[in-house]
């Protein structure tokens, strides 16, 4: 057994405990009590805030690398995009293993115990499959491992260019399986190894993957009990050419398909019609919301409170990981709802918290994870509240001062990973700094 004493402790209830004796036994939590004082002798000191681990519910590992390097440029979502590309035509399942193996870690030190990583870069640069046709997903797979976190492998059916079925042409070949059929086949195939993964589908877009192939995708997560990502809404030029060539919005399309429902999260949402929310909502779709990327690639601001009250469950995502910081995400939640209504006030640190813990680690597949109470996977992210930053200010409201640089201790299935602000194994900038020079040269 070993024994932790929290100075604080968020539990999921409003407001943060004082002095939390946790006790933790083959990676679960088995006490956690408030109040003991003085700490036991045995017990590790968390001087500061320690929350439940966070969960990053929406990667693309590889954008990492385009990090400082378009955000002064113009254009729009399209040209970004572009650049995104020649990115991913230079990952080879080497160069992949250690890019990934940095930015993970990079969560790590952020906090982040557990990553969704929404994978599309399968094949080999012409589109052909490598010899083991999971390479790619393996790589991933071995870099979470060695940084220390858990993944859900969301294994991304990408078969056409638009909504028309266009086919796949150029950087993208590497992405696409031919047909929903031999996306399964090949996700079928494997079998990744380490309880820290946790295997799951995604839908890239309704630009795609077409109409007739959706149920194909959708029948393999269900029959799985896996969860069902998918890009939705991000540009209202997806909208247009949705509406234009189906006759409906993507989000009518996706039900139609029977791609909603609880285990489904929906990826932005960004520009929503009021049947959109509605079916989104009342279907229980979680919607994962990347606030800074929206920022950054000029998306817009999505509905955020509109849809929790419709019902939509809300986790957050660090995406094209232009930041790595779940503070970040989630006080951005409220704050762009502020600037969007002129009004402050529409949701609760508790609530913020909440999505980028347990209702993340829920969109992920791991109903175990995300909340410090008895029998949950024991995951532990400490903020330091005597920073420049944080200091003096209400643990309470630590989510909107604190920021990932404040994270000092972290735990993970009852395993240190980062120590005083230090991951355990891996020197990060060196990593991140060697990784991306690789595919940027
Ligand atoms: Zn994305």
Not at 35 to 55: K, N, S, Y
Not at 120 to 148: F, I, K, Q, T, W
Not at 201 to 212: D, L
Request: net charge negative; glycine share 10%.
């Amino acid at each position: 057994m070993s024994r932790w004493h929290a100075e604080y402790a968020w539990l999921g209830r409003p407001g943060p405990a004082a002095d939390v004796l946790i006790e933790v036994t083959d990676g679960r939590f088995t006490a956690v009590t408030a109040g003991v004082t003085p700490a036991p002798a045995d017990a590790t000191r968390l001087a500061g805030l320690t929350l439940p681990g966070l969960a990053n519910a929406h990667s693309h590992a590889f954008h990492r690398a385009l990090r400082g390097r378009t955000h002064a440029e113009r254009g729009t979502f399209w040209t970004w995009r572009d650049r995104m590309y020649e990115v991913a035509a230079r990952l080879t399942p080497d160069r992949y293993l250690a890019l990934a193996r940095a930015t993970y870690a990079e969560m790590a030190l952020a906090g982040i115990t557990c990553v969704g990583e929404f994978h599309y870069l399968h094949h080999d640069a012409d589109g052909a499959r490598y010899a083991d046709p999971n390479a790619m997903g393996s790589a991933l797979v071995e870099a979470a491992a060695a940084a220390g976190i858990r993944l859900t492998l969301l294994d991304t059916a990408y078969l056409t260019a638009g909504v028309d079925g266009a086919p796949l042409a150029g950087p993208q070949r590497r992405f696409g399986d031919g047909d929903a059929a031999r996306w399964a086949e090949r996700v079928d195939a494997f079998a990744p190894a380490g309880a820290h993964v946790r295997r799951g589908a995604a839908i890239h877009s309704v630009r795609a993957v077409p109409a007739g192939q959706l149920p194909e995708v959708v029948g393999w997560a269900r029959r799985r009990h896996a969860p069902l990502h998918v890009h939705l809404s991000e540009q209202r030029a997806e909208n247009d050419a949705c509406v234009a060539y189906h006759g409906k919005t993507p989000t009518r399309l996706l039900a139609d398909a029977g791609a909603l429902g609880p285990a489904t999260t929906a990826v932005h949402a960004t520009h929503l019609t009021g049947d959109d929310l509605a079916a989104l909502g009342g279907s229980g779709t979680g919607v994962c919301l990347c606030p800074t990327t929206e920022r950054d690639l000029a998306d817009g601001i999505g509905p955020a409170r509109g849809l929790a009250d419709a019902g939509s469950p809300l986790s957050l995502g660090s995406d094209s990981h232009a930041v790595i910081d779940m503070f970040e995400e989630a006080r951005a939640v409220e704050l762009d709802e502020r600037l969007r209504t002129q009004q402050r006030g529409h949701f609760t640190p508790d609530e913020l918290l909440g999505a980028a813990t347990a209702a993340g680690h829920a969109a992920l597949g791991w109903a175990d994870a995300g909340r410090i109470a008895v029998g949950q996977r024991a995951d532990l992210v400490t903020v330091r509240l005597d920073t420049a930053r944080t200091a003096g200010t209400d643990p309470a409201g630590a989510v909107f001062a604190a920021t990932a640089a404040d994270v000092a201790h972290v735990v993970v299935d009852g395993r240190t990973v980062v120590a005083d602000g230090r991951h355990v194994s891996i020197d990060v900038p060196r990593a991140l700094r060697h990784a991306i020079a690789e595919v940027m040269r």
